[in-house]
């Protein structure tokens, strides 16, 4: 008797199995750190804390569709996934681009270092970009002063200057007119916000002249705005002394009427003498600063300003020569000049 024996048969369709194993994505694991992923969408979500809220600007559909052609060329960071879920550092913009274009996936890079986990790593990294709202900013540094955080320490982790913050903070009172010029993207900008809302205290009417004049308000409107404002408060000083025979009042005296010019120093034949007996006396004065708080100056000393409030600086990169507010300038250094100024 012949044993019936059973042939093995290959079935083809193992083969379609193992290839298909091999060639979809790798499982991704927790100790994938500083590689670059493929993070499923659905297995991210976005900080609850992220402090940046308004994501809706002019280059968004812009954005959408680069992504969606072209894919997201610079990977977010995420912290390790738990019960398999992944949470955005860096790369909320990204992350809901991406969700709008239709992916299904985007490139990620696990990140364990728990200082870029923390609030301010993350406004830094929007601001770097220059894509986060001037008022998420504000809200933040309201945050952190809320946490006890200091003015100036709050700078420093921003990698800001001292002025930084005071703009920004001047966000959150903004006059009912200024914030809507704000939500209506006519202004933009914490400094430029900031200098909308001095001029508002200063003179309201001519403010709001401005605003409802333009589409767009700039540092130039404002520089003119101010300056019409002077002009103003010049034609309108009162007159309650007789000045028949006196000698006509400096536009100084006219804006710094508690100045005495009795207190100003020899004229300037008697402190070029004094200069050689006294060395703590500077016979040509060089008056240095910054202007909008980035931009090296020289303070045009011998330059009469057109309007009172107004000094003349010359930028020390480009040799431009400008009347600027006399608060926009930020004073370093008052030494003896060696040239002509």
Known sequence: MIANIKKSVFNLEMLDAVKRETTSAPAILDNQVGVVLAIPLNQIIEDEHQPRKDFNDENWQDFVSDIKRRGVQTPIHVRPAVDGIYTIIHGARRYRASQEAGLSTIAAIIETNASAFDDYSQVLENTKRANMAAMDIAQFIQKRIAAGDSKSSIAEKLSENANYVTYHLALLDMPEMIAEAYSQG?????????????????????????????????????????????????????????TTNAAPVSVATQVLPYHNPANEELSTAKRTDLTKTEPSKIKKPLLLGFYQDHQPCMVLLHHKPTTAGFIHIKLELTGECLEVPAEAIKLNLLTEALGKE
């Open 186 to 242: 006519k202004i933009k900008g914490a400094q430029l916000i900031y200098r909308l809302i001095n001029l508002y205290k200063d003179a309201p009417v001519l403010a709001e002249s401005l605003i409802i004049s333009n589409e767009e308000i700039t540092n130039a409107l404002i520089l003119k705005a101010r300056k019409t404002e002077a002009a103003t408060d010049t034609n309108n000083a009162p007159q309650d002394v007789d």
